[in-house]
């Protein structure tokens, strides 16, 4: 079925269609040939005229159906909501982007924390280092320890499920794994990017230690109050304002996962597709901030990952990937697409397959996950040119 969005100056605007029918056999594929448990897609429009939004696959080991209503772990698509509340204390002048993190941080939290080739340079990381990955900083779930595994393998074999608290993992990054650069210029395109769940990590320390309140209380108040998000949580630490159903397991292959402990510790959020495509309007609508020009910021400095090559890496954004202050930008280099370019995209995605994009050559937001531990690269493999070539092929007028 197609929806037809309709614009009171169809003229200059065309129509936009959204082709639910192809966007439903996406989802049946990526389960089907992909061997993912479930995926969950939902599209509207920026004027939120029209909406479309369907699943596919099995929620829980019990057979489930999946189904959009169904909240789902965002993973790291929750940088763009600890990017806003950084933003904010900086248009409150609380913060500069040129603040060094030590200034508001104890000192278990920062001392040696990036020690390399003899420097320690742990003093000079800023806000603006950990907003745009270009600190340096090792990644506390995804490095590997010299001759041992990282954190992240270690739970997805079944390792122990525990508590894990900002201080234990800042003691892993200074004791047991080595920073890959030294901090960069944030607002050079040349500097090096290397993401890293640490940087944000300390971000939300400073969230925490600023505000003076929970990670929860300040997302609740700021950003999920303001964006009318009311099928979004904590796990283990708030609950939706409405009824959900119970959250989309986690799975990791065949194997759904069992970790509340790890994943309430990392302040881990929950949420549905169309909460998550309210967040994203809210936030490029400028209802999450004070001041306009602050949308701006986030968006001023595009970075371009680079293609490292170790284990810790493989699962990690890398090129043609771009970053600000807290988002990513992507497009298909003409190389790949020559004949039909695919047009960019900023949001984020998070490493269990998870998505949060607006595309504004269609004036589209699109949200969605499939839940899998190691599907990061779904988004941009597969749904971001599958879904916008679907989109293109039903608007071929526009």
Known sequence: MEHVVPREDRAALKQLRIPGDRLQAILDDLVGRKHLPHATLGVETLDASVSWSGSSGIAYPDGTPMSPDIPY????????????????????????????????????LTERIHVGEGVDYSDQITVAHLLSHTSGLADYLEDRP???????ELLLEGGEDRELSIATAMSVVRDDLKPHFPPQDPESERSKVRYSDTNYLLLIAMIE?????????????????RAGMQQTFFLGKSEPLVPVREPAALWSGAQALDIPKVLASLR???????????????LLGGQLFDDPSTLGMVQQSWRRFGLP???????????????????????????YTPFRPIPP?????????????????????FAGTVDEASAGAVPFRTIVPRVLRAIEEANKDW
């Not at 965002?74 to 200034?103: C, F, N, P, W």
């Not at 881990?268 to 809210?282: E, F, M």
């Not at 954004?317 to 202050?325: H, L, N, R």
């Open 309 to 335: 090559l170790d284990a810790a890496a493989l699962r990690a954004p890398s090129s043609p990937i771009e970053y600000g202050f807290g988002m990513m930008r992507f497009a298909l280099p003409r190389m």
């Open 146 to 152: 010299r001759g041992g595994k990282s954190l992240i």
């Open 345 to 365: 995209v900023i949001g984020h995605t998070g490493s269990t397959g998870s998505w949060l994009f607006h595309c504004p050559r269609y004036g589209l937001l």
């Open 209 to 225: 230690a600023l505000y003076q309140r929970q990670l929860h209380e300040v997302f609740s108040e700021h950003i999920f109050a």
């Open 268 to 282: 881990s959020i929950y949420s549905t597709v169309g909460d998550q495509i309210s967040s994203l309007r809210a």
């Open 73 to 108: 772990f965002i993973a790291s698509v929750d940088k763009l909501y600890t990017a806003t509340a950084t933003m904010k204390l900086v248009e409150q002048g609380r913060i500069h982007l040129d603040t060094r993190i030590s200034e508001h941080l104890p000192q278990e």
